[in-house]
């Protein structure tokens, strides 16, 4: 009964049934007394159709027509994650024509336990009762209508498989029930580390794993980036097996450590004698465990790991230097590191001593960036290229609010590069690019308010011209922006509303919402403690501000705040109606 959801234009609401198609969030909805119609309900219907993380949709007491409601069994149909929908006690009936269509519609099911809808054809009721009880008796036997429902291990494995950040280390020795996996999952389990970005550390030792596990491993090295130290002791690799490893990480620049000793297979000779070459082009490795007879093998073994070890010492990686600290910065911000918000640096040496290339990879950084709002870059000698590279990322960030270059050394190029792309920009509410080291040519002023004309964001901007002209047409463009603002539209767009931003943050699969409730009611009876008539006389106050509660129970002794309550009640009841009668008037 949320009086603003409802006071959304029927576009609106559409998109919010849309919002939820690749959320990987919200897992449950409960979106009761809203009037949704069936425009709401195709869209949610197809959303569910890719849809893969919500498990519980409440939609009861809404307007669907059978039209709907078959769009929503439709999607359900395709869906193998939601176990409970419920869409009781609609406004609209559904025509028996539709309901016979249900049963099909829900037919290729596997997850739906729990089906709430009225239909008054008993055979179409006794059809859905079977689908969903024969959901159910999968479910406790484990069974997915003749799947089956994969081990506590397989699912860890799966988890790395998916990146999930949760999983920083693996540490199996001996373990029963790895052992007890198929072949086939032993390899998958090899493969889960291709893509992963958390896991750092390995150790699966005396498994029995084998050669095509260590196959599934190596080929998972050439893409993996994380992995650091990798133990294989103690297993039942042939040459074939370390050979595979070997290869996988000569192409990988990160594990630094891997041990494979102690296999219950004998390395062939013909085998151990290919290990130095796979290992030739490896620039992380310093640290090597591996059983070789051949001592010429060995020795080359080491002599590799040696130079890796004195190029980390020495802060070098076989002729490539170690990037610095401020370097690092840049390039997290680049990596779009969610610890970053604000970048603040004035006159810092260790800025000014980077090489003009790292300077401009600085401007480039902030592309794809979605955390950092804030820059200041000033006093450091920043030059065009810079300005250049900037301007470029100003064109694809959606996130940057206030950007301050004052003191740097553009000319007017640069100044140029950096309007053309907030040109382009649509959240920079904020720039200042005064006192530079160079000076500004007329026919560069003359240029920038054109630059700037399509923007729709900025609305200080601090900039050094001389031609008082190109100075009035920037604050007029600027002033045109702030008033927008404070009317709450961007040049003729109007401001989203709060409710509107809420669906646009799940569409956007916001990781903040993992549950959406929209209702109007409060429930807090018969409470084991009694409350002081002090403590009732203040609840109409607090509640003064509320429009969408329409259904309050709280026990009061007090007989005049039971009539404030039920008048603040009563008076957002009439609000939602009113509201109710102009979303069904036509345009």
């Not at 950092?372 to 960030?397: C, P, R, S, W, Y």
């Not at 950007?403 to 050394?409: F, G, H, I, M, T």
């Not at 009061?556 to 039971?562: A, D, G, I, P, S």
Request: glycine share 6%; charged share 30%; proline share 1%.
């Amino acid at each position: 009964g949320n009086a603003r959801f409802m006071g959304l234009k029927n576009s609106e609401k559409t998109k919010a049934g849309s919002a939820f198609a690749n959320n990987t969030h919200v897992k449950t909805i409960k979106m009761v007394n809203l009037h949704l119609d069936d425009e709401f309900a195709h869209a949610l219907g197809k959303a569910f159709e890719s849809n893969k993380t919500l498990e519980k949709v409440d939609l009861d007491s809404n307007a669907f027509t059978g039209e709907g409601i078959k769009a929503m069994f439709a999607g359900i149909g395709k869906n193998s994650a939601v176990t409970e929908l419920h869409l009781r006690h609609q406004s609209k009936v559904t025509a028996s024509t539709d309901e016979e269509t249900l049963p099909t519609l829900l037919e290729s099911n596997k997850s739906l336990i729990k089906l709430g809808v009225d239909t008054r054809n008993q055979l179409v009721k006794m059809k859905l009762d079977r689908i969903t009880g024969a959901n159910r008796d999968a479910a406790k036997k484990g069974i997915i209508k003749g799947e089956r429902k994969r081990t506590d291990m397989e699912q860890y494995f799966d988890k790395i498989a998916a990146n999930d950040d949760t999983i920083d280390a693996v540490e199996l020795v001996g373990n029963a029930r790895f052992m007890g996996l198929k072949n086939s999952e032993k390899t998958k389990a090899g493969s889960a580390f291709a893509n992963n970005t958390h896991v750092k550390t390995i150790k699966m030792v005396n498994l029995h794993l084998d050669d095509e596990f260590a196959h599934a491993l190596g080929k998972a090295f050439e893409s993996n980036k994380t992995l650091e130290k990798v133990d294989l002791d103690s297993n039942a690799f042939t040459g074939e097996g370390i050979k595979a490893m070997f290869a996988g990480i000569g192409k990988n620049s990160a594990v630094t450590e891997l041990h494979l000793r102690h296999q219950s297979k004998v390395t062939a000779s013909t085998d151990e004698e290919t290990l130095p070459t796979l290992l030739e082009s490896n620039k992380s490795l310093i640290k090597l465990g591996v059983d070789t007879r051949n001592q010429l093998v060995k020795m080359k073994l080491d002599r590799i790991t040696g130079a890796n070890r004195d190029a980390a010492k020495k802060g070098i990686i076989k002729g490539e230097r170690k990037r610095n600290d401020m370097e690092q910065y840049f390039d997290k911000i680049a990596a779009n590191d969610d610890t970053i918000d604000a970048v603040e640096l004035v006159g810092n040496a260790r800025f000014m001593g980077l090489k003009n290339s790292e300077k401009r990879k600085t401007g480039a950084s902030f592309a794809n960036n979605t955390h950092v709002k804030t820059i200041k870059m000033v006093n450091l000698h920043l030059d065009d290229n810079f300005a250049q590279a900037l301007g470029k990322a100003f064109e694809t960030n959606e996130t940057l609010e206030k950007v301050v270059l004052d003191s740097n050394a553009f000319t007017g190029e640069g100044i140029r590069a950096l309007f053309a792309g907030t040109g382009k920009n649509s959240t920079i509410a904020e720039l200042q690019v005064r006192h530079q080291s160079k000076v500004m040519a007329s026919t560069d002023e003359e240029t920038l308010p054109a630059l700037l004309e399509s923007n729709k964001s900025l609305i200080k901007l601090g900039v050094d011209t001389r031609n008082q002209l190109v100075k009035m047409r920037l604050e007029r463009i600027t002033g045109i922006n702030r008033d927008a603002a404070k009317k709450g539209i961007i040049k003729g767009e109007r401001k989203r509303t709060d409710m509107e931003q809420y669906f646009d943050k799940i569409a956007a699969n916001d990781a903040t919402i993992d549950a959406v409730e929209l209702v109007g009611e409060l429930q807090v009876r018969h409470q084991s403690k009694v409350m002081a008539s002090t403590d009732e006389e203040t609840l109409p106050a607090l509640l003064e501000s509320n429009k969408s509660l329409i259904k309050l129970g709280v026990d009061t002794r007090n007989q005049l705040v039971k009539m404030k309550l039920d008048r603040k009640t009563a008076t957002n009841r009439d609000f939602i109606r009113k509201l109710r009668v102009k979303a069904r008037k036509p345009k």
